[in-house]
């Protein structure tokens, strides 16, 4: 059985050609209506106290801002449910 790797980019000119690449693709930035689902599946996490989803949304959420830096931040939406939902348990 062959498998087969990503090759780890060495150089600059390395680096250059492996974003070139055709294998390598980074996703669409999330559309309106896919934030606020994920937005609408973590309120329903958070108030079921599933903190096991609330993190894998978390998760989700920053490696989406990492991939779009210039969109708007969804980390800063999730801080915002998170928080507020801890200031009501409090």
């Known amino acids: 059985m062959t498998v087969l790797t990503t090759p780890t ?4 000119a390395d680096v250059a050609a492996h974003a070139a690449a055709s294998y390598v693709r980074t ?3 999330l559309s309106p209506q ?7 599946e973590l309120r329903a ?4 106290g599933n903190w096991g989803r609330v993190l894998d949304i978390e998760l989700i959420a920053v490696e ?3 991939r779009h830096p210039d969109q708007p931040r969804l980390m ?3 801080r915002a449910v998170v928080g507020s939902a801890r200031e009501v348990a409090a």
């Open 27 to 29: 996703p669409a930035p």
């Open 34 to 40: 896919t934030r606020a689902a994920v937005l609408a």
């Open 9 to 12: 980019p060495k150089s600059a």
């Open 76 to 78: 800063n939406e999730v």
């Open 64 to 66: 989406e801002d990492q």
């Open 45 to 48: 996490a958070v108030a079921e």
